[in-house]
């Protein structure tokens, strides 16, 4: 059971577990590993260039990485000045292991000391756009999967007007809202499966690059129908988790912490549980889709709706 003043509230069900990946420039990796050791313990090694690896801490693993496609090219020499020339506009990317909500706030505070350290987030610069990724475990049945699923259509832009994303992350194609017309179905004609939820969604979008990515839990629960659904994404790990794309990371803004994108997840499971909250909002919706109102006018009537209660 939570306290009232706890940053880091667990998600419903049974203790979840929840991986975690933070995009950051002004540090380099080596200097990411060396604070993160001395909050955490452990140490650390570079296992590949431009990849370091913190064994053993308070933590488990932790890997610290230049976060771009262009270091899977190799280690060759050319490849090399490039990614050190790009410094400051690619991201330097923690990925954590699954952690519990308790751990979370031991991660927050090693967010704190790499803010003291100098690290930057999404805001400092126009080329920047670095985000925070929360993995958060899957839990119930397959058709809980489906309302949160819905739930953040319904919900998404009520998340991206209240945390006001940023232009960068909104121009660039990696967080691109859900496509209308996949929250119309799962409004109206929800899939009772997961193998309906993967021909659905796949039929609107066969991206990742959402506020909310579904393919790796897909490919993890049900990989047949994964695999019909998404033949170009077949590469994708499958893991038992969302992976929650869309919040900033204001590494660099005091008063910012991890416990916002915490909050704003953790919302979309209350809706998602809440049924009464979830009629409103498909009533809200379907009235919604026959004016030509924008995004931004239905992101206030979703305010409205969730009120207070909901998150902070």
């Known amino acids: ?52 690896v913190l064994h053993d801490s308070a933590l488990g693993d932790l890997r610290v990485e230049l976060d771009t496609a262009l270091r899977k090219l190799g280690g060759g020499r050319l490849v090399q000045q490039g990614l050190d020339a790009l410094r400051g506009l690619i991201p330097v990317e923690i990925v954590t292991d699954p952690l519990t909500p308790r751990a979370l706030a031991t991660l927050d505070a090693l967010r704190e000391d790499l803010r003291r350290a ?26 809980r999967v489906v309302r949160v699923a819905r739930a953040f259509g319904l919900a998404e832009d009520w998340l991206r007007t209240r945390r006001r994303i940023d232009i960068t992350r909104r121009i660039l194609p990696f967080v691109d809202p859900w496509p209308a017309p996949l929250t119309d179905d799962l ?6 499966t997961l193998a309906g939820l993967a021909r659905l969604y796949a039929r609107h979008t066969q991206s990742r690059n959402h506020g909310l990515d579904l393919l790796p839990l897909l490919r993890d629960a049900v990989p047949d129908a994964y695999e019909q659904a998404f033949p170009r ?71 409205n709706i969730l009120g207070t209660g909901v998150a902070a």
Request: proline residues 8%; charged residues 25%.
């Open 1 to 52: 059971m939570s306290r009232p003043d706890d940053p880091f509230p667990p998600l419903p069900g049974a203790e979840r577990l929840c991986g975690v990946e933070i995009e950051l420039a002004g540090l380099t990796e080596i200097e990411v590993a060396e604070i993160a050791c001395h909050r955490l313990g452990g140490g650390f090694e570079r296992s590949a260039p431009h990849v370091v």
């Open 118 to 143: 100098g690290a930057l987030g999404s805001r400092h610069g126009a080329l920047l756009g670095f985000g925070v990724h929360l993995n958060p475990a899957r839990s119930g049945d397959d058709m």
């Open 187 to 192: 409004v109206d004609a929800p899939p009772d």
């Open 233 to 303: 994404a077949r590469t994708i790990g499958g893991r038992p988790a969302y992976h929650f794309r869309l919040p900033d990371c204001r590494i660099d803004e005091p008063g910012w912490s991890l416990a916002e994108p915490w909050a704003d997840w953790l919302a979309i499971e209350r809706v998602a549980d809440d049924s009464a909250m979830t009629d409103a909002l498909c009533a809200a919706w379907r009235e919604h889709r026959t004016t030509r109102e924008s995004r931004d006018d239905w992101a206030r009537q979703v305010g």
